[in-house]
């Protein structure tokens, strides 16, 4: 979801700060949700509230991985401004 959201934004003609934002919010989204739907449905000591828990906690370095993907899509999609670079194709 983050580089397809990326890719659209681009493509719509985002700036970077938009895309990004925007790709990082798609990435992220609903993880607290899930927590409380799953210790609500199944109760805290189950295995699926422990799954749920866990999940966010392997997030966290995920979204690190992303920080340096989003800058990485900057330098090679974006102008210094923050328009995209628009190819001819």
């Known amino acids: 979801m983050f580089f397809m959201s990326f890719g659209l934004s681009h493509r719509l003609g985002f700036t970077y700060g938009q895309a990004a934002t925007q790709?990082?919010?798609?990435?992220?989204?609903?993880?607290?949700?899930?927590?409380?739907?799953?210790?609500?449905?199944?109760?805290?000591?189950?295995?699926?509230?422990?799954?749920?828990?866990?999940?966010?906690?392997?997030?966290?370095?995920?979204?690190?991985?992303?920080?340096?993907?989003?800058?990485w899509i900057k330098k090679?999609?974006?102008q210094p401004d923050g328009l995209p670079i628009r190819r001819k194709s």
């Open 23 to 71: 790709s990082f919010t798609v990435a992220s989204n609903n993880f607290e949700l899930a927590i409380a739907v799953a210790v609500a449905t199944f109760t805290i000591s189950s295995i699926e509230a422990f799954t749920a828990v866990i999940g966010p906690l392997m997030e966290v370095p995920v979204l690190i991985s992303f920080v340096n993907v989003a800058l």
């Open 76 to 78: 090679r999609y974006y």
